[in-house]
């Protein structure tokens, strides 16, 4: 296995043993259609690999979907969540002369029956050369490691199949630790093709460090984060700011002593979690409705029907800027959603029990950029209010997003001249 493989095993098992990242995943396996087989063989040998080959199978059948189109210059993207979609809009938008290519997993194209024969092939040839570590694993890495690592060798072989035919001059992912991407990059740089990161959340201080040509990030508190993290190396840095609209903060809502409509963001699984932390919230006398928004990977088992009257359940397919619209006030947990929401002039207010996240992972609170209650039911609209119309409020916030203020095209001039540089 060369150095670039075991990097990559060794980021997806930095990532996956942080305690809110596997709780996650696991979580994430129970309530899939697969959980019969995770619940009743447990950590059965067998049943791992059962549920080892079921995944293959599914996954090959996703990616033998695809169809390849032959040697194109333009960069090559690759899209597995709306999150990283918005990525290639914001990309489409700078460079309109450009006819990017997309590799999504949703794409219902097929390849040639011999292309098909021969990524089989290129994928086991992978698997073997790698059988001697995975003998090992299960006594020292977990399941999900071991998943993860199956993905990443998936995604490698086949874009290395995938890079022989289209012959990209450069690959842009907008995550830099989940396997898919991992496997992405890593089969680019093994080609000697140029690769770009563009930031697509806010990052926590687990992450692996950069390694690519070129980063787009968000601001410099995400350079700082991955500083932190070790070298970045010959990576190129430029801001491109936070992705959304931004308004002007509007707080005229929270002084006018009226009714108002309350977003609800949340990141938990259980319903009794979340009727205890709206029986708080609609305690208070302001609250005429609430609009309840679960994490899109991470739905919650209720329905509308389930909820007091003047709770809504927003559709899964709304963007988040959608459900802020509609907010005068939104309240939430450890998430990156705030930064966006803020952006769009919609006040936000953290709130520690909305997720199973250890209390400011995203360092919010400790940079002082959003609103912190530690009780629901003694909400003070008035306090809200005058810390988000604080001037100094504005310079903190920049810390996060390097383009807040200074106009949408600044950074976008900036961002797409340095981009042709590089390919």
Avoid at 56 to 77: A, E, H, M, S, T
Avoid at 368 to 383: A, P, T, W
């Amino acid at each position: 296995m060369n150095i670039e493989l075991l990097y990559a095993f060794r980021t997806l098992h930095k990532v996956n043993k942080i305690a809110p990242q596997q709780h996650l995943q696991t979580e994430y396996l129970n309530r899939s259609y697969r959980k019969i087989l995770i619940k009743n063989l447990g950590n059965n040998f067998f049943a791992k690999y059962f549920y080892f080959f079921e995944m293959l199978r599914i996954f090959l059948f996703l990616l033998l979907r695809q169809k390849c189109k032959g040697k194109n210059p333009d960069v090559l993207y690759f899209a597995a969540t709306f999150n990283q979609d918005r990525q290639l809009d914001y990309m489409r938008d700078i460079f309109c002369d450009r006819n990017f290519t997309t590799i999504n997993l949703r794409g219902s194209n097929p390849l040639r029956p011999i292309a098909n024969i021969k990524q089989i092939f290129i994928f086991f040839c992978c698997f073997a050369g790698a059988f001697r570590y995975y003998k090992a694993f299960f006594d020292k890495h977990s399941f999900i490691d071991f998943k993860n690592h199956i993905l990443f060798l998936c995604m490698y072989s086949y874009s290395k199949f995938l890079f022989k035919k289209l012959k990209p001059k450069a690959i842009l992912v907008a995550n830099d630790h989940s396997a898919l991407p991992l496997g992405f990059a890593s089969a680019a740089r093994s080609l000697g093709i140029k690769t770009m990161y563009i930031q697509h959340a806010h990052i926590t201080y687990d992450l692996p460090y950069l390694r690519f040509d070129l980063a787009i990030l968000d601001g410099e508190c995400a350079l700082d984060i991955y500083k932190d993290q070790g070298s970045i190396g010959n990576t190129k840095i430029i801001y491109r700011g936070l992705e959304g609209r931004e308004r002007e903060m509007n707080t005229k809502p929270l002084q006018q002593n009226k009714q108002l409509s309350v977003g609800l963001f949340v990141n938990i699984f259980e319903a009794q979690d979340l009727y205890k932390v709206l029986e708080d919230l609609l305690s208070n006398s302001f609250v005429n409705n609430v609009i309840l928004r679960e994490h899109p990977a991470f739905p919650l088992d209720i329905k509308q029907s389930d909820l007091p009257k003047n709770v809504s359940l927003a559709a899964h397919e709304t963007s988040l800027w959608d459900d802020a619209l509609k907010c005068d006030l939104v309240v939430g947990g450890n998430s990156s959603f705030h930064l966006s929401v803020l952006k769009f002039g919609v006040p936000t207010v953290f709130y520690n029990d909305l997720d199973y996240i250890k209390y400011d992972d995203y360092s919010f609170i400790k940079h002082d950029i959003v609103y912190e209650v530690e009780n629901l039911k003694s909400l003070d609209l008035r306090h809200v209010a005058k810390y988000y119309d604080d001037q100094q409020w504005i310079k903190r916030f920049q810390y996060f997003d390097a383009g807040y203020k200074l106009g949408d095209n600044v950074l976008k001039n900036s961002v797409r001249k340095v981009i042709k540089t590089i390919y």
